[in-house]
C-alpha cells in the first residue's frame, strides 16, 4: 500500500504490537504525532520532558520484557532524550527510540533545532539509523525492533527528517529480518559446556555469579532449577537482584562495593566462578587482580566482547543464558553431585554469621534501612520497586526482600539519577495490578519531579518514597570517608516543601517522621491508588555500608564507620 | 606487568553504507585506541567495502578492538592478520633541479617509478612494504623533497 512516511511509523509500531509509545512532540515530529492523534491501537502518554519520555519506555521495557518506544523530535528534544538511550545502552534494554529531524533540504546548514543526531546517538546505541527515502522505512523500523531485542538486547535510534515522513511510498512490513551481517550466537558451544560442567563436578568451592543478563534472557526460573539441583550457592549483582528469592538458602546476597560480607568473601574464596549474564563491571570486582584470585572462571555471556573483557574465563561460552542452562541442566543432573558442597556452604554459613547486612536502630530517627525493609514487610512482593540513584539505591538493593525478576528496576551501569520516577510510570503503565513504587533521594527526585503531571493526567499513581536527608547522600558519604569532611555542594539543606509540591499537581504527599506515620502514609497511599510523595525523614549522616573503596579489594571492606 | 604492545594490521569487511567508517573510526576513538593508518575501500562486485586498520596494542587490546569491531551491525568479517602481504604507497614531489637520474635508480629499488615530469618539479610513486617506504623515504631526503604523502596501509592473508 502507498502511505507516507508518518503513516508507516505508525503501521509499524501496530505490526511489532506495541501498546504504549512515550514521547513529546515537536516541530520535526510533527507528520507522526498527527497520524498518532488520528489511531486507536496504541496509548501515547506525554511526558513533560524527552529524558523522561526514553526512561519511561525503559522502566516498561524492563517490566514486560518487550521493547519500549519513545518518540522525540529533533534537536533539544533529541538531546534530551540522549541521557535515556545511553542509560538504556548501559543496562542493555530493549528500546526503539524515534526522532524527528529537519528535512532533508536543511540537514547540514545549522537549521534551527538541527543537530547531528545519529553522531551524537552513535555511541550510546547498539544501532542507529538517519532515514533519507520513506522507502526504506519499513526496513528499518523492523530492523530497528528486531536489533533491539535479540543477541544483548539494547536501544535503536530511528532519526527521520520531516519531509521523511511526508514523503509517500510503499509500506510492505515483513515479517522476517534478514541481516547478513548480524547474527547473534545464541546456543553455547556444546564442549565448552561439557568442560564446564565437568570443572563444577571437580570444584570444591564453586559460586554462581548471577547478572543482570539473567533477567533480560528470562533465564530466573532456570537458574532457580540449576541451584536447587545442584546445591550451589550464588551471589547477585546488583543487576540480577530478583533473580533467585530473597529467602533462599543458596542465596548470600549482593556482591561488590555495597555488597555483603558474605558475598564478597564467598567471591574470594571461590575456587570456581561460574558467570551467568554478568559482565566482571568495576563496581562488583573491586581490585582486578584480586578478584577471585584463586578461582577459575566459567563466563557466560551472549555478547563475545564481554567474555575476558576485563577478567580471563577459562570456559568462555558465548550464548543466551537460557539457552546454555537448558544445555547445562541436563549434563549437571548426571555429574554433579550436591552433598559435594557441603563443607563449603558451612564456610559460607560462617561468613554471614560474622557480619550480615545489619544497621542500628537509634531512638526514634528514622533509619532509611529500616524504611525500605518496612516496604518490603508491607508490600512485599505486591510492589514493583524502582530507585533513582545514590545511597538511597544501594539501601533498597541491600535491604528490599526480592522475590521475582523484572520486580527490580534501577540505573546500573550509567547511575542515572532522575531515572527512578519516570521508569516507575513505565512499570506502573506494564503492570497495573501491582503497587509501582519509587524509592528516591531528596536530590534524585528534582531530577525529573515535573512527571508528577505526567502520572496524574495518566493515572498512574507510582508513590516516591523519598529518604530525604537533606545531602546529595552518596557523594557525602564519600567525601565524609576520602575528602576529609568537605562537603562541597552537597547538603541540601534548603529543599522544596515536597508535600504542598505534590499537591500542587493533584497528587498527594505525606511528610513522616516516625515508624507510625511512615506506616500510616503507605498504606493510605496504597488504598488511595493515588499518585503520592511520602517524604520521609531520615538520619542526615547515614552511609551505606559495608563499602569496597573503588579500587580495593572485595576481601578488604569497611564494615564500620561511625561519624566524630 | 606491563603487556607488551605490538603493530597490528585489522581487515574489517562491512557493508557499504552510510556512515560506517564513522562508526568504526568512533569505536577506536571512543575507547582510546589509536588509528595509526585507515584505509578504505569498495570490493569490486559487492555490497562490502574492506577497511584495512593499523594499530598497535597488546593482545588483550587487540582482542577486545576485534571483538568489538564485530559487535557493529554493518561489520560481516574481522581479520586480524598474522602471515600477510602488507603494501603501503607513497608520492614524493622532488625539485627538478635534482638528478633525475639518481632518482629514478632509487624510486626503481623501491617498486616505483617517475610518475610526473613538470618545468619545476617531478612525481615519483613506490609501493611497497610500509616498512620499506620508510626507508625509502629516509633515503630521498637527500634529494630534497618538497611534498611528501603516503597512503594507509592495503593487506592481504597470504
Known amino acids: 500500500m502507498q502511505i507516507s512516511g508518518a503513516q508507516m511509523v505508525i503501521e509499524a509500531l501496530i505490526a511489532e504490537e506495541v501498546e504504549v509509545v512515550f514521547g513529546y512532540p515537536g516541530g520535526a515530529i510533527m ?12 496509548q501515547h502518554i506525554l511526558t513533560r520532558h524527552e529524558q523522561a519520555a526514553v526512561h519511561a519506555a525503559e522502566g516498561y521495557a524492563k517490566a514486560t520484557g518487550k521493547v519500549g518506544v519513545a518518540m522525540i523530535t529533533s534537536g533539544p528534544g533529541f538531546t534530551n532524550g540522549v541521557t535515556g538511550m545511553a542509560d538504556a545502552y548501559m543496562d542493555s534494554i530493549p528500546l526503539v527510540v524515534i526522532s524527528g529531524q529537519v528535512p532533508m533540504s536543511l540537514i547540514g546548514t545549522d537549521a534551527f533545532q538541527e543537530i547531528d543526531a545519529v553522531g551524537i546517538s552513535r555511541p550510546c546505541t547498539k544501532h542507529n539509523y538517519l532515514v533519507t527515502d520513506a522507502a526504506d522505512l519499513p526496513r528499518v523500523l523492523k530492523e530497528a525492533f528486531y536489533i533491539a531485542r535479540t543477541g544483548r538486547p539494547g536501544p535503536v535510534h530511528v532519526d527521520i527528517p520531516k519531509d521523511v515522513t511526508a514523503q509517500i511510498a510503499t509500506f510492505d512490513y515483513s515479517k522476517e529480518v534478514e541481516l547478513e551481517t548480524y547474527k547473534p550466537t545464541t546456543k553455547g558451544n556444546a564442549r ?19 547478572g543482570g543478563g539473567i533477567i533480560n534472557a528470562n533465564a530466573a526460573e532456570l537458574v532457580r532449577e540449576f541451584s536447587k539441583m545442584t546445591q550451589i550457592p550464588a551471589v547477585e549483582t546488583f543487576m540480577a537482584r530478583g533473580t533467585l528469592r530473597y529467602d533462599d538458602p543458596l542465596l548470600i546476597s549482593m556482591l561488590g562495593m555495597h555488597g555483603s560480607y558474605a558475598a ?30 584463586n578461582a577459575q572462571i566459567i563466563h557466560v555471556d551472549i555478547d563475545p566482547a564481554s567474555v575476558s573483557k576485563l577478567v580471563h574465563a577459562h570456559f568462555p561460552i558465548v550464548g543466551d543464558v537460557k539457552n546454555v542452562l537448558e544445555q547445562m541442566i541436563p549434563l549437571a543432573k548426571e555429574q554433579i553431585d550436591p552433598a559435594r558442597y557441603a563443607s563449603w556452604h558451612n564456610t559460607i554459613a560462617n561468613f554471614n554469621k560474622l557480619h550480615p547486612l545489619s544497621y542500628t536502630e537509634e531512638g526514634d530517627r528514622l533509619k532509611p534501612q529500616w524504611v ?146 511512615f506506616d500510616a502514609a503507605l498504606k493510605d497511599a496504597v488504598e488511595k491508588n493515588v499518585v503520592a510523595i511520602i517524604d520521609v525523614v531520615v538520619n542526615r549522616f547515614e552511609n551505606v555500608l559495608p563499602m569496597v573503596p573503588a579500587g580495593g579489594s572485595l576481601f578488604n571492606m569497611m564494615l564500620e564507620y561511625k561519624e566524630k | 606487568m606491563m603487556e607488551q604492545t605490538e603493530r597490528r594490521v585489522i581487515s574489517v569487511i562491512v557493508m557499504n553504507e552510510a556512515s560506517v567508517l564513522s562508526r568504526i573510526a568512533g569505536l577506536f576513538s571512543g575507547r582510546g585506541y589509536n588509528i595509526e593508518s585507515l584505509t578504505v575501500a569498495p570490493i569490486p562486485e559487492s555490497k562490502y567495502s574492506r577497511i584495512t586498520i593499523v594499530t598497535a596494542g597488546s593482545v588483550r587490546v587487540v582482542e577486545q578492538i576485534t571483538k568489538q569491531l564485530h559487535k557493529l551491525i554493518p561489520v560481516l568479517k574481522v581479520y586480524e592478520h598474522a602471515d600477510l602481504v602488507e603494501t603501503e604507497m607513497a608520492l614524493v614531489k622532488i625539485p627538478m633541479s635534482e638528478s633525475l637520474g639518481d632518482i629514478e635508480a632509487l624510486t626503481h629499488a623501491y617498486n616505483g617509478r617517475i610518475v610526473n615530469v613538470g618545468s619545476d618539479t ?37
Do not use: C
Open chain 1, 192 to 210: 565448552q559446556i561439557k568442560k564446564a560442567i565437568e570443572a563444577i563436578a571437580s570444584a570444591k568451592r564453586p559460586l554462581l555469579y548471577l
Open chain 2, 122 to 158: 617531478m612525481i615519483v610513486m613506490v609501493a611497497d612494504e610500509p616498512m620499506r617506504v620508510n626507508h625509502f623515504l629516509e633515503a630521498i631526503k637527500r634529494f630534497h623533497p618538497k611534498e611528501i604523502v603516503r597512503s594507509g596501509s592495503v593487506a592481504l592473508e597470504r
Open chain 1, 264 to 293: 564478597n568473601m564467598a567471591m574470594s574464596e571461590t575456587d570456581l566462578v561460574i558467570g551467568l549474564g554478568a559482565r566482571f563491571d568495576d563496581r562488583v570486582t573491586g581490585k582486578l587482580s584480586e578478584f577471585a584470585k
Open chain 1, 372 to 517: 525500605v525493609e518496612r516496604i518490603g514487610q508491607l508490600l512485599g512482593d505486591d510492589a514493583n520497586i524502582s530507585t533513582d540513584v545514590g545511597q538511597h539505591q544501594m539501601w533498597t538493593a541491600q535491604f528490599y526482600p526480592f522475590t521475582r525478576p523484572r520486580q527490580w528496576v534501577s540505573s546500573g551501569g550509567l547511575g542515572t539519577m532522575g531515572f527512578g520516577f519516570p521508569a516507575a510510570m513505565g512499570v506502573k503503565r506494564a503492570d497495573m495490578e501491582r503497587v509501582s513504587i519509587n524509592i528516591t533521594g531528596d536530590g534524585s527526585i528534582l531530577m525529573n519531579i515535573q512527571e508528577l503531571m505526567t502520572a496524574v493526567e495518566y493515572e498512574l499513581p507510582v508513590i516516591n518514597v523519598i529518604l530525604n536527608n537533606n545531602f546529595l547522600g552518596m557523594v557525602r558519604q564519600w567525601q565524609t570517608l576520602f575528602y576529609d569532611k568537605r562537603h562541597s555542594s552537597t547538603d541540601l539543606s534548603i529543599q522544596p516543601d515536597f508535600v504542598k509540591l505534590v499537591e500542587a499537581f493533584g497528587g498527594v504527599g505525606y511528610r513522616v517522621t516516625t515508624k507510625e506515620e
Open chain 1, 31 to 42: 507528520n507522526v504525532y498527527d497520524e498518532i492523534y488520528k489511531q486507536r491501537s496504541f
